[in-house]
Structures are given as structure tokens and as C-alpha cells.
């Protein structure tokens, strides 16, 4: 695919949150991770990697669930940066355009920084590869689609950690090669253009601000 000119001047940005789940609001996120991966003598190398805790708002508690699916504590976040510095601190890195943000089931990434997108409006503008459409296109018939399935599939060992935003970017960026190298060798794609057919996503459009926002704004 290094052939491409598109593709080849790309870097993607492999991105994971971990959130929690207010009820009757959207997802919270609580840890980010990023990974670049730029085409360099025909192969994706890594160019650079992200990552930090986010403080949730005050009214949302880490549940016992949480801390047992994610390993993070209520005492892990109480230091760390609120979501709109460390989505701010993202968008301060991202200096070469063009990017490809790449994610398993991209859409639950899209919308949380489409919720943040005052803070990161690079980001939030920047068009995502969902991982599990790609899989869907070359590994027809699995009986799931989800990141450990496909681990399986592909026979990468599941990370200490899994759950945690960086283990879960690492396992998905080595999903993604083995992606594209399949759907090369099968003729399904061949450029970026063919790559945003078969499996990308626009950005989520940021939720319209509420009269008290609009306001505040002149």
C-alpha cells in the first residue's frame, strides 16, 4: 500500500479510551492512549505514543465493577488532569497532517471526543479506520468481532492488562497490520481511498451547545 501517495503520507493514530458509564449520560472518559504509526520501507513503524489518566467529574464514582474490569481506582484519578487538559495535551502533538484515527468499533472513540471536541478540534475533525469493519471484510464468518476474538484469531497473546488503554491500543495496532496485510494479499484494498470505503467513519459531530454555552460565547 506504500504505493499509494495518500496512504503513504498518512499517519495513523491508533486511540483507546476507558470511560465509565454514568446512568443517563454519556460515557466519561478516564484514560487515554494513543500510538502513531507512520509507512516507512513498507511497513508501519511507530513514530510516537500517548498516554495519561483523565479526573472524571466529581458526581462520577468508580464503581467496584470498574476497578475490577480496568484495574483503576477512585485514588488513581484523584491527581490527574481533567479530560479537556489531556484531550488539549493530544492536540498539541498532532503537528504533521494528514492522520487516520484507527480504533476497534472507532464509533464509541468517535463520540467521546466529539464530546470533547472544544479542547481538540484537530482531533475531533480527523476521519477514524474502525478496526472491526476491516475485520469483517477480510476474516468473513467469525462468530465475534470483538478485539479478543480477533486476538485469537491472529494468535496475539492477550496483554497483561487488557482493559487498560495502552495494553488495548499496543494488541490493536498489531490487529491492524495483520488487517492490512491480509486485505492486500486477498486484492481488497490497495490505496487509502479503498481503506476509507471498506471501513471508515467521519467524525462524530459535537453535540449543538445549550443556550447558557451559546451565550458565554460573546
Known amino acids: 500500500m506504500t504505493d499509494d501517495?495518500?496512504?503513504?503520507?498518512?499517519?495513523?493514530?491508533?486511540?483507546?479510551?476507558?470511560g465509565l458509564t454514568p446512568a443517563g449520560r454519556p460515557a466519561e472518559p478516564i484514560e487515554v492512549a494513543a500510538l502513531a504509526l507512520r509507512p516507512r520501507d513498507g511497513r508501519l513503524v511507530e513514530t510516537g505514543r500517548f498516554e495519561e489518566l483523565m479526573r472524571p467529574p466529581a458526581d462520577v464514582p468508580v464503581t467496584a465493577r470498574d476497578v475490577q474490569l480496568k484495574g483503576i481506582t477512585q485514588r488513581m484519578l484523584t491527581s490527574a488532569a481533567p479530560a479537556a487538559e489531556v484531550m488539549a495535551q493530544i492536540e498539541a502533538r498532532?503537528?504533521?497532517?494528514?492522520?487516520?484515527?484507527?480504533a476497534h468499533h472507532a464509533s464509541t472513540e468517535a463520540g467521546?471526543?466529539?464530546r470533547q471536541a472544544?479542547?481538540?478540534?484537530v482531533l475531533a475533525a480527523t476521519p477514524l479506520l474502525d478496526t472491526l469493519r476491516l475485520a469483517k471484510a477480510v476474516v468473513p464468518g467469525l462468530?465475534?468481532?470483538?478485539?479478543?476474538?480477533?486476538?485469537?484469531h491472529y494468535r496475539i497473546a492477550k496483554p497483561a492488562g487488557r482493559h487498560r488503554a495502552m495494553p488495548d491500543v499496543e494488541v490493536t495496532a498489531q490487529v491492524?497490520?495483520?488487517?492490512?496485510?491480509?486485505?492486500?494479499?486477498?486484492g481488497r484494498w490497495s490505496t487509502l481511498l479503498e481503506l476509507d470505503m471498506a471501513a471508515g467513519l467521519q467524525p462524530t459531530q459535537p453535540p449543538p451547545?445549550?443556550?447558557?454555552?451559546?451565550?458565554a460565547l460573546f
Open 112 to 114: 467521546i471526543i466529539a
Open 143 to 152: 462468530g465475534s468481532y470483538g478485539l479478543d476474538s480477533l486476538l485469537g
Open 5 to 18: 501517495p495518500r496512504f503513504a503520507a498518512t499517519t495513523f493514530v491508533v486511540i483507546d479510551f476507558e
Open 176 to 186: 491492524l497490520i495483520r488487517l492490512l496485510d491480509d486485505g492486500c494479499v486477498g
Open 118 to 121: 472544544e479542547h481538540c478540534p
Open 209 to 215: 451547545a445549550s443556550d447558557a454555552e451559546q451565550g
Open 94 to 102: 498532532l503537528t504533521t497532517p494528514p492522520y487516520r484515527l484507527v
